[in-house]
């Protein structure tokens, strides 16, 4: 896909002219999601071109077998993996009774494809021309239903310069297949295949984990907007059932099909009782037209927006990136399960097997926590204090013991995943990431209650897994983490990675002190848990010192610290000075020459930095990002946000505006030529930090929030709101001007570079 | 399987009494192999119990599509391994219209399998009770010839207690499978089956590899040793031929199958003419009787053992021990092919492919050499000379330029084919093995025409490949080696593995000698070698300086080197101290766990202590032994022979004697609990050397054979052979005496504890 394929526009997405090279790079970019299920752009009608099918149903999963070369012990036996869900969005057609295919017919023109970021509209159009001059006008406009979470709404409309004999046949389809299989294994054993006049319903169920999901639709033809009449006949075969319906069109007229489908999964609903479920599903949505169906889209979507817009006056690429963004981390996730995460792709393919990883703690949460509210922060902190005894399991796996946790890399369901040693069992900085999204949480929202009520034992875990992990060294008379894959993953089985010690040693005492003030504060509580946990104060002590006594490798010389011990016996030699045509490097190196390079494929050091930022002066900050960003690769999409942030704070205005264009369009622009796969969900999480963090320089300190405003030269304005602790703050920034308004009348502060306001409503500053 | 399941005998493997769960142990121990061919014990007539199938022809194999979980740039595509052969064995049995098997007799009395390691004959005898008092002996001789290297014999004899009727089908049978399969792939694909009378061949082609196989029989059956005159009936399908035989056996009488068989490939013969060479093979032998063919082979096992047998006095069970190892070496590798190699399985079992590992070079150089002649040692360093282009490709692969060679961990054809990122791209000591075996070569049989003709253009490529891995580090200023695996893989992607550090440099040196030297003495074969390889002076002094500043970790205090960087920051535990219950740790611990302990899988710093002892003071030696030996698990099978070389050497002779038995005794005892996949033969030359360089202290020091002999308490004496440069010198050691005797005239000399002697034809001291 070339660089720029989709024209700037501030709340839409086009592409505009037919290309089958793009089809499966724009099947991505155009999926839609309502946070229970998701669907890439795929074609309703037959497509023999090259097309990636995806349909998904959230937290539905099947745990594949590990394939492995050399297996280790410890590796997990499975790999939980999204699903691809039977196929409820297609729609055969025959016209003439041809097949129509748009990988087949003679020419294609005005195609068109377009996303409403609004309201998550998505339409297709095109003109086609057949044989003889036919030319057919086909417009396909599909949303999934953010106030309907089990619905999903296609309205096909076709009309052709001829009269035409039109088979329309909507169905459902469970013959379909996950690209993403270790050995092929079948991933559905079908139930029900049922077809009855305008209906058709499919029960299938994953093997192994035994989630039933009914797939479901309804269909109903309508000529220049008046139902027809028209009588369908129900088909059926082993897989698939849908309703095909004969009609002659008159030239010029417009045959519509409205198309009612979605899923209803057992997560939700009893298994004997998921059919009647999809029938109240269609019962309820049968009377409303496609417009009524799409004006409570409106409404859902508008309200998503307005707590979580962003305008970015003067820049319209940065304009639609952002919001982009925005939309698609609220397609993906709209917090209201504890049971659902974000997985890195989402909803828009199945690689990285839609799990969860250290991602939606160290990016996902703050966008969730400002931009909706605190409960489904919160809901996210409740996915893993639910998955704790798993985490304890998979330690004990590892050789701990005694209730230390070890959060897994991948999971779905709390079991770890992965299986690659140098990961699944060292990259255990995750642990760290986890009790600092507690920290987090509770700084931004100021409720201690989850502290006491889930959180404690969650850091509980984690603080004995790093108070075993973290080893006494004779040598250094200090404890050292030894064999750990810090976040650069560039770097496998190295000792002392700076960032993993800090954050061990930062969660040993922040583990330490909320045990201290919840027997100050809430002292039954606080015997509840220890009881609960078979806390001793012998741990407490260990764990003072452990963190006493961490050693943390630096360089005094260069006035920074080190990545990990022997960092600097690497050949120094800058991104800036590679040739070119070597990168990414991840493509063009073989793995050992990348593992002694000292590039870094995300932030490491920085990323301890940026978490810690409040613990290190302005010149610490500086001299380390001035040594490591030069080394920095950027070859996962979670780096350059936090370098556009840490950026933005050091006041490298052009290098803060690069990061953000590069994190941002991400996905639009394709740097990383794969964006067939599916978008980078939790990297866009990121995108939204870079502004708010970075560019706005909003952090909260001592429970105030706080600005440093850094706009980018080429932005006039940037607005953005932020729900703080029950209130709505609307800022707008312009180059020099700050501009704050609340949705209350109650007495406001904030902190503008580092001084205090109070005001009722509004307040506007000169910065 | 028990230990000492297999009593002590002298000259034989016996295993006595019937026990199914014992059948697959004893199919590896009693092995048959004549360099060319192997074959498992498996039992000729149908087995419906479990049992481990295992048929292979030398330098035969198959590139299996690689396995992993996660890709890494650099992969092999394919692993080559050892292939599952056309069974040529197989004799099905029917007694009575009954099919004979051992796992459905009533019961089995006087079961006895024999091997007799002086000639390589394998007996299994048995009687078998079945229906109506009927009661069965079967009495099976087989043997594979040395003296013709593509034939097989069996003598398979019947008897019965009552009159029975006899149907015996001998076969050769291409409906194999491999159990190491990837993919499940199919191997082979067959060309031809054919039965005529008493003969039957099928010609099968490995896929992809393309080497043609024919596996052909012939058959014959006699009566208490008299020919019986009795037709057969020929017998084929698609995959299985042979020759059906019906006989009314009197009670009491003898029934004898003689069925000769083996196989014919295309790396000897044209494909074109496979049929032919087979009917030759067996027209030369039909006409022997079974007793001939049995003199042959006992003539050809005596030459063998007259230069390579050990003898020691007053301890049967380590007798019996270094026998089988010796035998078993001498049936893998026959040393006249230079094509061929030896697999750490041989051609007892299908692990670890069946393929080249730097085992050949550290391990079984020296035994070939000392007990054959310089000729077959010779082959072993050709066969890494004919695989240079591929060695080159291989350090091409992962970004090394002009002419460096990097040999492959794993190989068949030259091509690397292990997959594990941490082995394969990181375990490059093997390179400095390959140089030494031409150094040790060089020094043992004073041959220097190797070096000129073939040795200094590897030497090169591996040097070349230092100098470009080697980095500067500018904190050290010194050169550094990052990101390695030294021979001890519980130690992964390291920096400064001090084995490979200072093996590199002793390349770099070593090579940069031998180009000076031979520029001295044969400048024109110098220039030719030069040109050749594109050498620059400008290279000769890259490497002088990298070897010149190459950093070697030590820790002055304790007096040792170090393993690697770090390697004191480990919890010291000595693994005398770990609990016996998490042992072997390999099966106990989490891979993560294992690296982060200092636990040592096999000599690392040892193992350069070993090879370059010459360049230590015995105090240095000593603490470093001191110092690792304590940390090592030995859970490799290539660890205790050389602990057991150097506590010889250091005068620590208990714990020598006990790493003898534990490394010579390894199969017949089945330490590891895994005899079953088949025999480690590699480590079987460690055996050797834990006998002549340990207990004999033999060294070849300035041209001469030296002696500092150390003989376990419990022995008598030992006495061996050694082909030392065309003269055979017998050494007898009791305790206090030395002897040596050689087969000619000539003025010897060896020097005994420091101490030179001339002598002719024999001397003998006090030691």
């Known amino acids: 896909m070339k660089l720029e394929h989709y024209p700037h526009h501030p709340w839409k997405i086009i592409e505009e002219g037919w290309n089958p090279d793009n089809v499966e790079a724009s099947e991505s970019i155009f999926s839609l999601g309502n946070g229970a299920m998701g669907q890439r752009a795929n074609f309703e009608e037959h497509y023999s071109g090259p097309t990636f099918q995806g349909s998904y149903v959230g937290g539905v999963y099947y745990p594949d077998k590990t394939k492995v070369g050399w297996w280790k012990n410890g590796y997990p036996e499975y790999f939980a993996k999204v699903l691809n869900a039977p196929n409820w969005i297609g729609i055969d057609l025959k016209i003439n009774g041809v097949v129509f295919d748009l990988n087949t017919v003679k020419a294609v023109k005005a195609y068109r494809r377009e996303l409403d970021m609004q309201n998550g509209l998505y339409t297709r159009a095109f003109t086609a021309e057949l044989e003889n001059g036919l030319e057919l006008s086909l417009e396909s406009q599909r949303f999934l239903s953010l106030a309907r979470p089990e619905l999903g709404v296609i309205q096909y409309s076709i009309t052709a310069n001829q009269e035409v004999n039109v088979e329309i046949s909507p169905y459902v389809d469970a013959g379909i297949s996950n690209q993403d299989s270790n050995w092929d294994d079948q991933f559905w054993a079908i139930d029900a295949v049922e077809a009855q006049a305008a209906q058709a319903y499919i029960e299938a169920q994953t093997l192994k984990t035994a989630f039933s999901v009914g797939t479901f639709m309804a269909s109903s033809l309508f000529e220049a907007q008046e139902a027809l009449a028209l009588e369908g006949a129900a088909f059926q075969t082993d897989k698939k059932a849908g309703t095909t319906y004969q009609h002659q069109l008159a030239a010029g007229k417009t045959l519509s099909l409205l198309k009612l489908g979605g899923y209803v999964s057992s997560r939700k609903h009893e298994k004997t009782a998921l059919k009647a479920a999809a029938q109240t599903v269609l019962d309820d949505a049968k009377n409303l037209s496609f417009s009524a169906l799409l004006a409570e889209q409106n409404e859902a979507w508008a309200a998503v927006w307005k707590s979580a817009d962003i305008t970015i006056e003067g820049d319209v690429k940065a304009q639609q990136a952002i919001r982009f963004n ?81 959060y897994p890399m991948v999971t779905m369901n709390g079991e770890e995943c992965h299986n690659e040693w140098e990961i699944t069992f060292e990259e255990i900085h995750r642990n760290s990431a986890i009790a600092f999204a507690i920290f987090n949480y509770t700084r931004y929202t100021g409720d201690l209650s989850y502290i006491s009520e889930m959180g404690l034992e969650v850091l509980i875990g984690i603080s004995r897994f790093w108070a075993q992990r973290a080893s006494f060294s004779a040598a250094k008379n200090q404890y050292v983490i030894l064999g750990v894959t810090g976040p650069n993953e560039y770097e496998n089985n190295v000792n002392n990675n700076w960032y ?252 503008v570079r580092g001084e205090k306001h109070r005001f009722t409503g509004s307040i506007e500053l000169s910065v």
């Open 500 to 751: 993993t010690n800090y954050s061990a040693q930062w969660c040993l005492r922040y583990t330490a002190e909320q045990i201290e003030q919840l027997r100050s504060t809430a002292p039954e509580e606080a015997a509840r848990i220890e009881a609960k946990t078979n806390f001793s104060e012998a741990e407490l002590e260990q764990w003072n010192k452990t963190a006493e006594q961490m050693y943390l490798p630096e360089d005094a010389a260069l006035g920074v610290v080190l990545q990990q011990d022997g960092f600097l016996d690497k050949e120094m030699v800058k991104v800036a000075d590679l040739d070119p045509k070597e990168r990414p490097i991840n493509q063009h190196w073989s793995w050992d020459r990348i593992l002694r390079s000292p590039y870094i494929k995300q932030a490491d050091v920085l990323q301890g930095m940026y978490f810690f930022e409040d613990q290190f002066d302005l010149d610490t900050l500086e001299r380390n990002f001035d040594f490591y960003e030069p080394f920095t690769v950027h070859e996962s999409s979670l780096s350059p946000c936090v370098h556009a942030i840490m950026a933005s704070k050091l006041n490298k205005n052009e290098q803060a505006y690069a990061f953000y264009l590069r994190t941002s369009r991400l996905d639009l622009d394709d740097y990383n030529a794969e964006v067939e796969e599916g978008l980078h969900i939790t990297s866009m999480a990121g995108t939204w930090m870079s502004i708010v963090e970075g560019f706005a320089g909003m952090r909260v300190i001592d429970g105030q929030l706080s600005f440093e405003p850094n706009l980018p030269e080429a932005w006039e304005g940037l607005s953005f709101k932020i729900n703080f602790r029950d209130t709505i703050y609307t800022l707008q920034l312009t180059q020099g001007r700050f501009c704050c308004t609340v949705d209350n009348e109650a007495d406001c502060s904030v902190v």
């Open 326 to 406: 925005i939309f698609q981390l609220n397609q993906t996730y709209t917090g209201e399960d504890a049971g659902l995460n974000i997985g890195p792709k989402g909803f828009t393919g199945e690689k990285y097997g839609g799990s969860t990883y250290w991602d939606t703690e160290a990016y996902c949460i703050p966008f969730y926590m400002a931009t909706k509210n605190q409960k489904v922060a919160r809901n996210l902190l409740t996915y893993r204090y639910l998955q704790l005894d798993r985490a304890i399991e998979n330690a004990g796996k590892l050789g701990f013991t005694k209730g230390a946790a070890l």
